[in-house]
Structures are given as structure tokens and as C-alpha cells.
């Protein structure tokens, strides 16, 4: 961070309480707020009275645009979605017409095979079958059911008084006797209105003996439809209107039945137009009022439901935005006028309060500029204090990875000096040949190791070149022979016949593949039968598991970082799995860990397979 003033600090820190001209623009929100004020003081001062009405004019008209497109748009909005609601509406009464008609046609059938009514127009006994067609209509909720004999009379029947009356013209019995099957009938009633039945013959023997029908009760929607909608029809493939709101309307078309209406008066049709204006065009017009009309086809018969609904509800949600408009445009403009009428105020004042403001932002631009001063100062510490521990963790990172890594070699170079001074003094000087050189070995590893951890702490590479992991799985089992050695522990190993190529440092992967094993036998210390498995496999990416029947592990997110152990002191640093997640990441591959389900832990090697191709160029 640097200390050194904005281009605005030096503005400000150089005007003098004499030169107002930009003081004010540097204060903030209320030093802007002075000039505004004495300029509308000033407007009116002056006394422009044209440029007042013009700005008062503009802004009328600017508020009459706003209300006048506002209310079209709202209107229309508004008016899409009450028809909306009208369609599902309409769609609500098409489902409960046709659910009821279709579970009253189903009536007759059953009825008709009823063996006792069968038998009752076989013997003439009718004593009992008037209650048994009540306690029916009781179970199935029918309008009405008569059963009639052969030649139309009413022999049975929910309502007693219509037992005796010959229906033999009547078309619901003539065309249940030349059908056969259930037949639908729509007729008008002796009260205006429309009877809705079904009707079929009862056969006895194949031959027809009598017809059940059984009324529909649809004259009940039109009380529901009534406290919903302002005004519902129903008509038939005729457009003629059978159910309704408006009882006026039954037996009309329904061009009829909206043509037909009571003349406005004067005071009516001036009511009217003062509603309509602001609205589309109407559909329609029911009992004087504008509404919409909203079709829809009921599938029975070509029948067709209609609703008109007013646009009393568009105009309260309309009315209700266009009132909060007008009032929030009475507000701007009252407020315009309280701003235009404010006196000017005095100059010497107004020069007093912008010197004072001015010396108060100068003493914050001071105090600002020490504090972050103070704030860079103890920055430049901080960061050479960070710089310092950088280097201080950096350098024991270090020295513990290269302890951790020579341990290995050490402890093998360790138990082969006990075997060769074994072997001398047992006079087997060949044999302990052998031991000296694997002793050169390990030394060399260990130059090795060293060398790869100076190129790992400069973040470079050593060259990598074709590596058959088969093998590097045996030389690090022979550098594990010692400790492998010293534990009864079962050590299985499933590998390829064929090589399994990778590009790779070989003393680096062996090095990953020694601290798994490692950790293996760690985690197999206090398990009564220890075993290790070593699996090899080669498909889109070489694979080595090393899975232990061990303990597990506790804790998976932290498992790679540096320095986390779950040994005791003294036994390691956490840097083994660190290291070789690190070496698996430079040869291009991944190093993960999980839980095995019988128990211990598995831990995966994936490597980018060196194909043929890729070998031969290498």
C-alpha cells in the first residue's frame, strides 16, 4: 500500500475556504445537497414564471403518459389473467357435468338386470319395488328413477305421485324400446325448464318387459354457479341454452338470450361509458354490464358451456395501482413546489458552512493518510516477518523428508552389515560379497534420494523414462526384505504376466511404493494374522493397490497433509504419504486412500499407461 494521496485528497487539501467553486464536490452527499437548494431558491428568486409553468406542465404531462399507458397496460394484464381464471373455471364445470352424467349412465344397465325388477314386471307384484328403487337413488344420489311396464304406465318410482302416468309417447320410452342399449333424453319440463334422464329397456327372456329411467341431476350446478360466476350457460348442439344462471335464458339461443335486455336509461348509459373506457371492447353485455365471454366444449353431444365474467375485478386491481401512481405523482410534485418556494439563502451563510465542512474533511483526510501510513509501515514488517518463517518452515520440511526417507535405507544397510560380519566369521567371504554390494546399493539410493528431494524443493523433474512397475514392486519388496523379516506377516501379490510400461522415475516409485508397504506393516501391528495384499492391474491406467487388514484410517481429509501421523512419537514425521502423493502428482497420476468394507485400508497407485506406440518413439 502506498501513502501518497489521491489526485481528490490533493484537491481538497488545497482549496481554501475561500474558493467554494469545488470544496462542495469533494464533502460528500450533504455539501452537493447546499448548491441545489440555493439554485431552486434562486430559480424562484428570479421569478421565470414561464420556465415554472413549463416545468409544471411537462411534468403533468410526463404524469398523465405514465397513468394513462399504465392503466392499459395493468388492464390488459389483468384482464388475460381473469380469463385465465374463467377457462379454469369453465374447465372445473365440464369435469363435474361429465362426471355426473357419466356415473348416472351406468344406472339403467345395472337396473335393468336387476332380477327383482325383472320380476316384478313378469308378475305384476310392484308392492315392494318403489322402495327398492328409493333406497337405490338413496345409494347413487339420482335426480329420480321410474321403472314402467310394456306399454308406458309408471308402475315404480322414487316419487310415489308419478306412479300411474303413461309415458308411451314420451321419447325417453320409445327410443329405450327400439335401442335396446342405455338411451340419453333431453326434455322440457312442465316448470320451463329441462328434465335430463336415461333410459333402458328390461328384458326378460330377450324381450323387452318394462324401461327403468333415471333423471340427472344437473339443476344443482347452476346453484354452485351461481355464487361463483357472474352468469353461466350451457347449450346444446342447437345453441339452446338448458342450464343456466339466468332463468330468463332457458329454451333460447343463447344470441337470443343476450339480445334481449331492458333499455338503458340516460343516467345508466353515462354510468357505462364512464366504466368502459379505460376497457377493450366487451363481449357481451348481462344485465346492462360489460363482461367477457369464455367458450368451451363439454364432450356429450355437441353440448358447449359458456361464462361471462365482469370487469368489476379488473378495474378494483387497476384502480388500486393507478391510486398508489397518482399519489406518489402528487407527492414528487408537492415536493417540487416545497423545493421551487424555499427562500435563498444567505451567501455569507452558505460560505461559513462549506469552510467548516471543508476544514472537517481536511482533519479526516489527515488522520486517514497517518493511519494507513502506520498501516504500511506495519505491513512491511509483517511480510518480513512472514518471509523469514517461510524460510525457516521450508528448511525443516526438508530436513524432515530427508530423514523420513533415509531411515529405510539405513535400517536395510544396518541388518546386512550384521549378516556380512556373520557371514566372515563364518568364513563365507562369497556370501557377504553379496551384502556389500546391496550395502552399495542402498548408498547409492540413497544419493539418489537426496537428489530427487533437492530437484523436488526447486520444483523441477528428473528425467523420466520407460518403467515396467512389475519391477519396481520387487525391488522395493527386496529393499522391505529386512523388516519383512523380523514380522510373521502374509504378503500376497497378484501382477500381469506380461510388463506393465509407465513413464516414470524408477527410484522415485519405488520410493511411493516402500512408504504404502510401510504403512502397511505399521497399520498391521496389533492384528492377530497381519496380511498385505499387492495388486497390479493394467487397463486404461496401471493401477497398484496395497490393501492391509490393519486398523483403517480415521481420518481421510487429512491424510496427505504434511507432518499428520497417527504414530507416536519418535516412530515417524507424517511426511510419507505427502511426499508420495507428491511424486505420484509429478509423474502425472493420483494417489487416493479409503477404508476397506471387511476392514484395514486400501490405498490406489493410478499411473497414465505407456502404450506401444509411445514406447517405440521413446
Known amino acids: 500500500m502506498s501513502a501518497t494521496p489521491s489526485s481528490d485528497d490533493d484537491l481538497t487539501a488545497g482549496t481554501t475556504p ?3 467553486a469545488t470544496g462542495p464536490a469533494t464533502a460528500g452527499a450533504a455539501p452537493l445537497l447546499v448548491p441545489l437548494v440555493a439554485d431552486a431558491s434562486g430559480l424562484v428568486g428570479a421569478r421565470n414564471p414561464w420556465w415554472l409553468r413549463a416545468l409544471v406542465l411537462v411534468f403533468i404531462a410526463a404524469a398523465v403518459s405514465v397513468i394513462w399507458y399504465t392503466n392499459a397496460f395493468l388492464s390488459e394484464r389483468f384482464t388475460e389473467t381473469t380469463r385465465n381464471r374463467a377457462d379454469v373455471r369453465l374447465a372445473l364445470y365440464t369435469g363435474h357435468i361429465m362426471s355426473e352424467l357419466q356415473r348416472t349412465s351406468v344406472v339403467p344397465l345395472l337396473l335393468a338386470r336387476d332380477p327383482a325388477l325383472i320380476t316384478s314386471l313378469d308378475t305384476g307384484d310392484f308392492s315392494v319395488t318403489s322402495q327398492r328403487l328409493i333406497s337405490a337413488q338413496g345409494e347413487i344420489g339420482a335426480a329420480s328413477i321410474q321403472l314402467l311396464d310394456a306399454t308406458g304406465r309408471t308402475v315404480a318410482a322414487t316419487d310415489r305421485t308419478q306412479i300411474g302416468a303413461n309415458h308411451a309417447m314420451l321419447g325417453h320410452f320409445v327410443d329405450a324400446l ?97 366504466a368502459d373506457w379505460a376497457n377493450a371492447p366487451p363481449d357481451a353485455y348481462v344485465g346492462g354490464e360489460a363482461v367477457m ?75 486517514e493518510i497517518a493511519e494507513r501510513e502506520k498501516v504500511q509501515k506495519d505491513l512491511a514488517v509483517a511480510e518480513l516477518t512472514l518471509e523469514q518463517s517461510s524460510k525457516l518452515a521450508a528448511l525443516g520440511e526438508m530436513s524432515a523428508a530427508v530423514s523420513h526417507e533415509l531411515n529405510q535405507p539405513l535400517a536395510a544397510m544396518k541388518t546386512y552389515l550384521a549378516g556380512a560380519r556373520l557371514l566372515l566369521q563364518r568364513k563365507r567371504p562369497e556370501e557377504a560379497l553379496s551384502s556389500f554390494q546391496r550395502i552399495d546399493d542402498l548408498i547409492e539410493r540413497m544419493g539418489s534420494i537426496t537428489r530427487q528431494l533437492k530437484s523436488y524443493a526447486r520444483k523441477g523433474g528428473e528425467a523420466f523414462e520407460p518403467v515396467d512397475v512389475r519391477g ?10 529386512p523388516s519383512l523379516r523380523s514380522r510373521a506377516i502374509r504378503i500376497t501379490r497378484m501382477m500381469p504376466r506380461s510388463p506393465v510400461m509407465v513413464l516414470a522415475d524408477r527410484v522415485r516409485l519405488e520410493q511411493v511404493i516402500i512408504n504404502l508397504l510401510r504403512n502397511a506393516l ?97
Not at 338411451?183 to 326378460?204: D, W
Request: aromatic letters at 8%.
Open 18 to 20: 475561500a474558493e467554494p
Open 178 to 274: 327400439r335401442s335396446k342399449e342405455t338411451v340419453f333424453t333431453l326434455a322440457e319440463s312442465a316448470s320451463g325448464g329441462y328434465e335430463f334422464s336415461y333410459s333402458r329397456a328390461v328384458l326378460s327372456n330377450g324381450q323387452p318387459v318394462g324401461v327403468i329411467v333415471v333423471g340427472v341431476e344437473l339443476q344443482k350446478f347452476e346453484r354452485v354457479w351461481a355464487g361463483i360466476s357472474e352468469a353461466v350457460a350451457v347449450t346444446d348442439s342447437e345453441n339452446r341454452v338448458i342450464l343456466t344462471t339466468q332463468p330468463r335464458w332457458r329454451g333460447q339461443t343463447l344470441t337470443e338470450a343476450l339480445a334481449k335486455r331492458v333499455p338503458p336509461s340516460a343516467l345508466e348509459r353515462a354510468f357505462q361509458a364512464t
Open 293 to 367: 365471454r369464455t367458450d368451451a366444449r363439454i364432450p356429450f353431444h355437441g353440448w358447449r358451456i359458456v361464462s361471462f365474467t365482469t370487469y368489476e375485478s379488473v378495474r378494483e386491481q387497476v384502480n388500486a395501482m393507478l391510486a398508489l401512481e397518482i399519489m406518489g405523482f402528487a407527492v414528487l410534485l408537492a415536493l417540487i413546489f416545497y423545493l421551487l418556494s424555499r427562500r435563498a439563502r444567505s451567501q455569507s451563510a452558505m460560505f461559513r458552512r462549506e469552510s467548516a465542512e471543508l476544514r472537517q474533511l481536511n482533519l479526516r483526510l489527515q488522520r
Open 472 to 481: 519396481c514392486i520387487s525391488s522395493a519388496l527386496s529393499m522391505m526384505e
Open 522 to 618: 505399521d497399520a498391521t501391528k496389533g492384528t492377530a494374522d497381519p496380511h498385505v495384499e499387492i495388486l497390479l492391474t493394467a487397463g486404461e491406467t496401471a493401477t497398484l493397490a496395497v490393501r492391509d487388514n490393519g486398523h483403517g484410517i480415521a481420518d481421510l481429509d487429512n491424510l496427505f497433509e504434511p507432518f499428520y501421523t497417527t504414530k507416536g512419537p519418535g516412530e515417524g514425521v507424517g511426511l510419507g504419504l505427502a511426499i508420495s502423493s507428491g511424486i505420484v502428482k509429478d509423474l502425472g497420476g493420483r494417489l487416493t486412500a479409503r477404508n476397506a468394507p471387511g476392514g484395514g485400508a486400501v490405498f490406489e497407485v493410478q499411473l497414465p499407461i505407456l502404450a506401444e506406440k509411445t514406447q517405440a518413439a521413446e
